[in-house]
């Protein structure tokens, strides 16, 4: 069965640093793996959606790594600002699954101005 | 440009009553799901459909029953609410046939059974 873990589960920084997101999965043979971001009291919005056939995917100061046989990926946010303080959630998706989404816990983060 | 619209956003039950969730979507996606959000576990799979008429048990189905007569609307069913139920209740939607399409949330529902 597949597992996603993302340590920590709460990490504050300074305004100005670079954050970096880690997110492991048990099994390998995934489809494609989904970075989301959650404010409070709302849904989930995608923000990188990385195929099992790359490496990186950037969005301006967001980039997304992925290491499908380590089974990792890691979310670097660079210069970060106090609009970046959000819950940011990874998910898996199987080549088998319909396009269902196995979820991490989520790692909190919140930047201090 | 609503997106995916969940219905109520929130409702307090007592134990034994039962109620009906609301997801629609104005994307005509094939595909809609429902999760649970429970702290500190993440977002956990009900219920999914893959098109109009169709249904298929998640990851934690007991306890709910689902619905999609019609191919916007995404229906989850509490017969007899459980106070091991309280949770925020997401539904999402996403195109078939389009390889790597990110699913679209909603905002939530937040349900307390006491």
């Known amino acids: 069965k597949q597992e996603v873990t993302q340590i920590p589960a709460a990490l504050s920084v300074p305004e100005g640093e670079n954050l970096v997101l880690n997110c492991s999965f048990t099994?390998?043979?995934?489809?494609?793996l989904q970075w989301f971001r959650q404010d409070p009291g709302k849904g989930l919005t995608s923000l990188l959606l990385?195929?099992?056939?790359?490496r990186e995917q950037t969005s301006g100061r967001l980039n997304a790594s992925l290491d499908k046989s380590s089974g990792r990926s890691t979310l670097y946010i660079a210069a970060s600002q106090p609009g970046d303080s959000a819950t940011y959630l990874c998910?898996?998706?199987?080549?088998?699954?319909?396009?269902?989404?196995?979820f991490g816990a989520g790692t909190q983060v919140v930047v201090t101005p | 440009n609503a997106g995916v619209t969940q219905t109520p956003k929130f409702r307090v039950l007592k134990t034994g009553q039962s109620m009906t969730l609301l997801c629609a979507q104005d994307?005509?996606?094939?595909?809609m799901y429902w999760y649970r959000q429970d702290p500190g576990m993440g977002l956990r799979l009900i219920h999914y459909?893959?098109?109009?008429?169709?249904?298929a048990k998640g990851e934690v189905p007991d306890g709910y029953n689902v619905s999609r007569l019609k191919k916007q609307n995404f229906l989850l069913g509490l017969e007899s609410a459980a106070p091991s139920q309280t949770s925020v209740y997401f539904c999402?939607?996403?195109?078939?046939?389009?390889?790597?399409?990110?699913?679209?949330f909603g905002d939530g529902t937040r349900l307390s059974i006491l």
């Open positions: 999402a939607s996403r195109r078939q046939g389009v390889t790597n399409q990110p699913q679209h």
């Open positions: 099994d390998s043979a995934i489809y494609n």
């Open positions: 990385i195929q099992s056939s790359q």
């Open positions: 998910a898996v998706r199987r080549a088998d699954s319909w396009g269902k989404l196995q």
């Open positions: 994307m005509n996606h094939e595909y």
């Open positions: 459909s893959v098109g109009e008429g169709t249904t």
